[in-house]
C-alpha cells in the first residue's frame, strides 16, 4: 500500500478465527524489497534477529480511513476479511486492534 509494505507487529499472532481479537502495534514501513527477505539482524540494528516469512499471498483493500482500515487477504494461511481499528494514539505509537471480520 502506498509503494512500501505497512507493518504492525502483533505479538500474538493474527487471529485465523471469527471472534478472536488481537493487539497490533504499528511499526514502520518497509521497503517492497523487504517482502523476500529471511535472515539474521545483527544484533545492536534496528529489528534484530531472526526474520522469516510466516505466509505470503495478495489483498484487496476494501476500506481506508485514518483509523480503520479493511481487507480481503488471499494468503497460504490466513485467508477472509479482516479489520485494523485504531484504538490508541500517543505520539509516535499507534495501537490497533486487529481482528477477523469473516
Known amino acids: 500500500m502506498d509503494g ?3 507493518s504492525w507487529a ?3 499472532g493474527p ?14 514501513d518497509h521497503d517492497l524489497e523487504y ?7 545483527p544484533k545492536g540494528e534496528y529489528g534484530a534477529g531472526k526474520v522469516s ?14 483509523d480503520e482500515i479493511a ?5 497460504r494461511k490466513l485467508q477472509g476479511d479482516y479489520a485494523l481499528v485504531l484504538m490508541k494514539k ?6 490497533w ?5 469473516t
Do not use: C
Not at 97 to 101: A, G
Open 10 to 12: 502483533v505479538p500474538k
Open 4 to 6: 512500501v509494505l505497512k
Open 71 to 75: 481487507f480481503e487477504l488471499h494468503g
Open 97 to 101: 486492534l486487529l481482528f477477523k471480520r
Open 35 to 41: 517482502g523476500a527477505f529471511e535472515g539474521e539482524i
Open 53 to 66: 516469512i510466516w505466509d505470503n499471498g495478495t489483498y484487496d483493500l476494501k476500506l481506508r480511513k485514518p
Open 15 to 28: 487471529p485465523e478465527s471469527k471472534g478472536v481479537k488481537r493487539l497490533a502495534m504499528a511499526v514502520p
Open 90 to 95: 500517543e505520539r509516535d505509537r499507534q495501537m
